[in-house]
């Protein structure tokens, strides 16, 4: 890392120049990370506990709640300082952390919600062969790509990013360090950059959000094939929430990272990184739960086990 990418700190412009903004974003951003916390953690501990709930889908639910706990607590605890107060910095140490680490569970989450899709296609279109099919061991494997896929792409483009040379410019558009805003500060020639990270956001963008399409493909033809209304209602069950969860993700992520320099980007970008970034995570645990009666009643048995241990 050159020396002036270590030593100077960077300002944060985010919503500074509308401080009306700020003072509703402040809430609302606390209000989501709080539920964030809660609703990711409870989803943790009953998947963990209920015997009811120790099945491939639950497993794959608990690595996407952690991957949401640890995504925003790496952006937001700076971003409610930075909507508080009228200091805007962060330092180069932290940016650099913010950067690995929340691209990382970004990327880690793009692969993981393809899994659960296929998940859900073998649930639906191979019922008699999923236990077998979905055994422990592949279900740990596809959780560990998935974790490595988010290491690997980090270590790759926040390295080559972190590099540029920014010839003292300091002045990040944007509420975090990411990558696209980041590319912005180099005072070179980023053509480089702006392809490699096309190519990576086709790789863990595009090519998971194709085999989720393929995957509910599959199950749509399965549930047509039946022609049954029960049927049409369990495959509902099973896959309308992962669907939900997948439409909020990929349809405000895809806007930033596969054309980081439209003017809908530039405009907008901000507003919509807080929809992937604080906004889906804290939604997600709402999604899961009002929309499945396993962990509904998951709830239900864990709140009677905490009354009568008089907790």
């Known amino acids: 890392m050159n020396s002036s990418s270590v030593k100077e700190d960077f300002i944060l412009v985010g919503f500074s120049d509308q ?26 501990l009953i998947s963990s506990t209920d015997s009811k ?10 690595h996407l709640s952690l991957v949401d706990i640890c995504f925003t607590t790496s952006i937001v605890p700076q971003l409610l300082w930075n909507l508080r107060g009228p200091a805007k910095t962060i330092t180069a140490l932290g940016c650099a952390v913010q950067l690995y680490v929340s691209l990382a569970l970004g990327s880690t989450e793009c692969v993981l919600l393809a899994v659960m899709a296929f998940d859900r296609y073998a649930a639906v279109c191979k019922p008699l062969h999923y236990a077998a099919l979905m055994n422990p061991g592949l279900c740990q494997a596809l959780a560990g790509v998935a974790w490595l896929s988010g290491v690997g792409n980090t270590l790759t483009q926040s ?16 509420f975090f360090c990411e990558v696209p805003s980041m590319n912005k500060l180099a005072c070179v020639d980023i053509h480089a950059n702006e392809v490699q990270l096309f190519i990576a956001s086709l790789v863990l963008l595009l090519l998971p959000l194709a085999l989720i399409l393929m995957s509910y493909g599959h199950i749509a033809k399965a549930v047509i094939r039946i022609k049954s209304v029960q049927a049409w209602r369990k495959a509902l069950g099973t896959c309308g929430s ?18 980081p320099n439209s003017s809908y980007a530039h405009t907008y970008g901000k507003f919509i990184s807080l929809l992937y970034t604080v906004v889906t995570p804290a939604l997600n645990p709402l999604i899961y739960t009002l929309r499945n009666k396993d962990v509904k009643g998951a ?5 009677h086990r905490a009354r009568d241990l008089g907790l």
């Open 19 to 44: 401080p009306n903004v700020e003072k509703i974003l402040f809430v609302v951003v606390l209000a989501s990370y709080l539920l964030t916390l809660v609703g990711n953690t409870v989803i943790i």
């Open 242 to 259: 992962h669907l939900m969860v997948v439409s909020l993700f990929y349809g405000t992520i895809t806007a930033v990272y596969i054309q």
């Open 299 to 303: 709830l239900g048995r864990l709140f």
């Open 53 to 62: 709930l120790r099945t491939p889908m639950y497993f794959f639910l608990t």
């Open 159 to 174: 390295t080559v990013t972190l590099w540029l040379p920014r010839c003292g410019h300091r002045w990040l558009h944007h």
